[in-house]
């Protein structure tokens, strides 16, 4: 571990708190943003992405209070069911990174990225598709709920975008209404990862602290910005922000 230096490198993570704590309001992608700061800042990957998690979580908590008159059931399952099965699963999930060795984790998250990329590409299409020709149940919804909480958990890139993915294809639920289940399913996934990854002392507070500033400014700023702006817009910058973190981890990880 290192401690963050000078002035600039604590403006640094500051920024890139605010700009992943908004996105993470807006359509999720928020570690595309804080993951490859910490560790150009030089912390080790799995490090990295657990101080990154504790630094979103007061920003995702700052969106779903912001959305918490819309919340829903989603398939006719309450919202705290799904709440409790998330925590669950991302009790697991960081776990598990917490047993993944540093070096590992620097080969696994090109791939998690680029997974996180794919579902923002097709997911809605997909989704789509499969709306218009099978129906799901409950216990499927289950599933894939806790699904959703290991990989919160363990990596949680882009699971706001994954998320929105699965409800849209399990319930029918558009991408504007999922704004206040997906932020509260991204907060509960965060708290549960928080929990764990602040016990076993794999987050390093001198970035985490001005991150964690900026990322509850970005979530408050970016649902406020999400009643506005267009969905074309959100889409287009998570794309780029997501396409180019995608490929600069995997030059670092492959070159």
């Given at each position: 571990m290192r401690c963050l230096a000078d002035l600039t490198q604590i403006?640094?993570?500051?920024?890139?708190?605010?700009?992943?704590?908004?996105?993470n309001a807006l359509a999720g992608g928020g570690t595309f943003a804080t993951l490859p700061a910490l560790i150009g800042l030089g912390l080790p990957a799995n490090a990295a992405n657990a101080t990154s998690n504790v630094a979103l979580l007061p920003?995702?908590?700052?969106?779903?209070?912001?959305?918490?008159?819309?919340?829903?059931?989603?398939?006719?399952?309450?919202?705290?069911?799904?709440?409790?099965?998330?925590f669950a699963g991302g009790l697991?999930?960081?776990t598990l990174l917490v047993m993944t060795p540093t070096k590992a984790f620097d080969l696994i998250i090109?791939?998690?990225?680029?997974?996180?990329l794919v579902v923002?590409?097709?997911?809605?299409?997909?989704?789509?598709?499969?709306?218009?020709?099978?129906?799901?149940?409950?216990?499927?919804?289950?599933?894939a709920q806790t699904l959703l909480g290991v990989y919160g958990g363990y990596f949680g890139g882009g699971v706001g975008l994954i998320t929105?993915?699965?409800?849209?294809?399990?319930?029918?639920?558009s991408p504007r209404s999922l704004f206040s289940i997906r932020t509260l399913m991204l907060a509960t996934?965060?708290?549960?990862?928080?929990?764990v990854f602040i016990t076993?002392?794999?987050?390093?507070?001198?970035?985490?602290?001005?991150?964690?500033?900026?990322?509850?400014?970005?979530?408050?700023?970016?649902?406020?910005?999400?009643?506005r702006l267009s969905p074309g817009l959100v889409r287009g910058w998570t794309l780029l922000v997501t396409a180019t973190t995608t490929i600069v981890f995997f030059v670092r990880a492959y070159h």
């Open positions: 403006l640094l993570a500051a920024a890139a708190g605010t700009i992943g704590g908004a996105m920003g995702a908590g700052a969106s779903a209070w912001e959305f918490r008159d819309e919340l829903a059931p989603i398939g006719g399952v309450d919202v705290r069911l799904l709440a409790a099965i998330t697991v999930g960081s090109p791939w998690l990225l680029l997974f996180a923002m590409l097709f997911g809605k299409t997909a989704s789509d598709w499969l709306h218009a020709r099978v129906t799901i149940g409950r216990r499927t919804l289950f599933a929105t993915a699965v409800y849209g294809l399990l319930a029918g639920a996934a965060n708290f549960a990862a928080a929990f076993t002392g794999l987050v390093e507070w001198s970035a985490c602290l001005p991150m964690l500033v900026g990322a509850l400014l970005g979530g408050w700023l970016g649902a406020k910005l999400g009643k």
